[in-house]
């Protein structure tokens, strides 16, 4: 309890920021409020998270059990009733809500990123040619999979994907970012996760979207992708990211050049974990073409350097990395600084 306040303080400020001011006043709300905060102490480890609780008070405005919350989460009400009414919420709900603390953890299956994704694909093709594989590890329900069904649009007439997807996500480039002229042919996919939302399932679904954010203008976006990967199921693997890899990479054609994507995903893992990931990645690239792909925060993915100029990327910002195996040395680049949901991409001047 004594440093709960400060988690949840800290995570106002530099998570929420300005990007997210509905969640920044509701997270400073939660930190002086010592009953939300015993609710979330009493919670499993894997639930004390911020983004859990706030999940799960987001799963019952989904749910249509909290219509006041919902006017203020759709913009459609006064901002300023959102602590006092969450508060309600935690506490009208309460059992429902020490449910969904003890059973859930985050699911943050963001297809934002995919627009990050599809720049460093380019570049990967360029390297290693194509057609390629692409593995998501640490996949959620697999929306980045769909790449190549999106719409991108950087900016200055800058496009990629099909003009007619239900799926449009807009990213402003910053500096010389190549766009591609096209996707490469993507010829195996598969993603791996520990516990892959199951989308066929309406709770599940429904705490996929409770998971994005109300005020970012990212919710009706997730809910075209997860109706898009509906009709068009991504193949998943259910494992665990780091001690399953092995089997999910024996999925792939050894000929076949490999892309491995990890999207905020090893922020989750210890640092041994991350280790051993990648000397995994490592160890199998020496018996064929195979790339890692990352987006995560500062530091999170070691064989990636930070950028300078990372202060000016804010609290959301984060790094987009690739680590390639040359000549039996892992080399790791940062392509550029980027927002943590995809929105913005600043091209490193070597990247």
């Known amino acids: 309890m004594e440093t709960l306040d400060e988690v949840w303080r800290r995570f106002a400020e530099n998570e929420c920021g300005t990007y997210s001011p509905l ?6 709300s939660v930190a002086d409020d010592p009953e939300l905060l015993e609710l979330v102490v009493a919670a499993p480890p894997s639930g004390r998270q911020p983004n859990v609780l706030l ?62 994704l599809a720049i460093g694909l380019g570049v990967i093709a360029d390297m290693m040619g194509e057609p390629i594989g692409l593995l998501d590890a640490g996949c959620s329900a697999g929306l980045n999979l769909l790449i190549d069904r999106y719409r991108f649009e950087y900016g200055e007439g800058r496009g990629l994907g099909p003009v007619d997807s239900p799926v449009t996500i807009a990213c402003e480039l910053r500096g010389a970012a190549p766009v591609p002229a096209r996707l490469p042919t993507i010829a195996g996919r598969l993603g791996l996760d520990r516990a892959p939302v199951a989308l066929g399932a309406e709770g599940d679904a429904r705490w996929l979207l409770a998971c994005v954010w109300p005020d970012t203008g990212r919710l009706a976006r997730t809910a075209a992708a997860v109706d898009l990967a509906r009709r068009h199921p991504p193949r998943l693997l259910a ?17 076949m050049p490999l892309v491995v994507v990890t999207t905020s995903a090893c922020g989750y893992l210890t ?14 690239a020496r018996g064929r073409p195979l790339a890692w792909l990352s987006t995560d925060a500062p530091g999170v993915v070691e064989a990636v ?16 990395g690739l680590v390639t195996f040359e000549s ?10 980027c927002h943590a949901h995809g929105a913005w991409l600043e091209w490193a001047t070597s990247g």
């Open 55 to 116: 999940a799960a008070v987001h799963d019952v405005v989904l749910s249509g059990l909290a219509p006041a919350l919902g006017e203020v989460y759709s913009g459609r009400a006064e901002p300023g009733r959102a602590p006092a009414l969450f508060r309600e919420v935690c506490l009208t709900q309460r059992d429902r809500i020490v449910r969904l603390l003890e059973t859930r953890h985050t699911q943050t299956n963001e297809p934002g990123r995919a627009a990050l």
């Open 239 to 255: 494992g665990d990211m780091v001690t399953d890899l092995d089997a999910a990479l024996d999925r792939f054609d050894r000929d």
């Open 271 to 284: 640092v041994d974990q991350r280790r051993a990931f990648l000397a995994t990645v490592e160890r199998r």
């Open 328 to 337: 039996g040395t892992v080399v790791g680049r940062a392509l550029g600084l």
């Open 23 to 28: 969640y920044a006043s509701i997270c400073r």
């Open 305 to 320: 350097p930070v950028p300078p100029g990372i202060q000016r990327a804010g609290p959301s910002g984060a790094v987009m």
